[in-house]
């Protein structure tokens, strides 16, 4: 039996085929043990999944997608893992505590209405009526957010595929401002005082997409060890990759400052298209076995901090292997897994 998880599913909630019911099926259906939506500048979508998994006994976990500005601390004007804009950085909240969900989405409004205003910019660049053909294609009146993808798809009208590549030659992109990116200090003093898993996606040099809308573009290996200090003292304590878009060269180097820096590892490949298999075949590789024990942990820890914060993961002061080895146990018990 295959020990599948993905933590990173995208739903309609930001831009993606699924429902998050849908998500849900799809994920059990493709054999996943766990899986966790993270939607862009939204949480709205996360009651519908955890409905889901709870009816169908599915163990899921819940986060949110967000870029943070950077540009006025160690990391400076460096590019992390934005591909249009080297002040911003894009990061994942993962674990959110359940009685936290409508914390998040207060945090996120503003980050959405500056968003709108922006996408409203950009379509009439494009020739595109953002109230009559963009906004029926998204979740906005429901708290979902409407990215870049919306625009694109309103304009091509064809197929995920050829929105691909237009996102790729996108020219009329404008710069997210301010409003839009809070300071990254901000994001994580609220996920601190919530509960919330703060955590730094690695993207890492690409050379070839896995979702076909990413140019080859060196991003942050030139610095990595620098950055990974730096997130560390900032107070990052999670680092999240996808083993299919890096090289095994990549990830040895990566892991390596993690276990040097204590970070805990989160995996999950992001799902926006309906080209997309939910599960990482990469991930079976034996070298990702404990990908599976800390999203258990995921699990574990969001289970604790719905009861009380203060029993959260990031709370508790102990070595990470047997935070990790604590809250796997909680999660699984929860669910009643065994390997």
């Known amino acids: 039996m295959h020990k599948d998880v993905n933590n990173h599913i995208h739903t309609m909630y930001s831009f993606s ?56 601390t160690a990391i400076g004007n460096r590019r992390t893992n934005h591909p249009d804009q080297s002040d911003i950085t894009y990061l994942t909240f993962h674990g959110v505590p359940h009685t936290k969900i409508a914390a998040v989405d207060g945090f996120l409004q503003p980050v959405r209405a500056a968003r709108g205003e922006r ?4 379509s009439a660049c494009l020739g595109v009526d953002y109230d009559r053909d963009v906004l029926p294609l998204s979740m906005h009146k429901n708290g979902g957010s409407v990215t870049e993808r919306h625009i694109l798809f309103a304009l091509a009208k064809q197929s995920y595929e050829r929105l691909a590549v237009l996102k790729s030659e996108f020219k009329d992109y404008i710069p997210a401002g301010r409003e839009e990116c809070p300071n990254i200090e901000t994001a994580l003093n609220f996920a601190n005082e919530n509960g919330i898993i703060a955590t730094y996606p690695y993207l890492g040099d690409v050379t070839k997409s896995v979702t076909g809308d990413k140019k080859a573009q060196a991003f942050e290996d030139s610095y ?42 989160i995996s999950g490949e992001d799902i ?34 719905t009861q009380r914060i203060s029993d959260g993961f990031m709370s508790q002061d102990i070595p990470l292997n047997e935070k990790i080895s604590h809250f796997s146990k909680l999660g699984r018990s929860a669910h009643n897994a065994l390997d």
């Not at 999240?240 to 040895?252: A, D, F, H, K, V």
């Not at 080209?275 to 599976?292: E, G, H, I, K, T």
Request: net charge negative; aromatic share 8%.
């Open 119 to 122: 996408n409203r910019a950009m």
């Open 17 to 72: 085929p699924y429902t998050p019911t849908q998500a849900v099926r799809k994920a059990k259906e493709a054999g996943l043990c766990v899986a966790g939506i993270v939607d862009h500048d939204s949480i709205s979508g996360a009651e519908e999944f955890l409905a889901e998994a709870a009816r169908l006994e599915f163990p899921a976990t819940i986060g949110f997608e967000m870029r943070l500005y950077h540009a006025h």
């Open 272 to 305: 926006n298209s309906p080209s997309q298999p939910f599960v990482c075949l990469a991930m079976r590789d034996p070298a990702f076995s404990n990908l599976y024990d800390t999203t258990w942990a995921l699990i574990g820890h969001e289970l604790a901090a």
């Open 224 to 265: 990595l060890d620098e950055l990974i200090g730096i997130l560390h003292e900032m107070g990052f304590r999670a680092i999240s990759y996808m083993p299919s878009r890096n090289t095994m060269e990549q990830l040895l180097r990566l892991r390596a400052l993690c276990e040097k820096f204590g970070m805990l590892q």
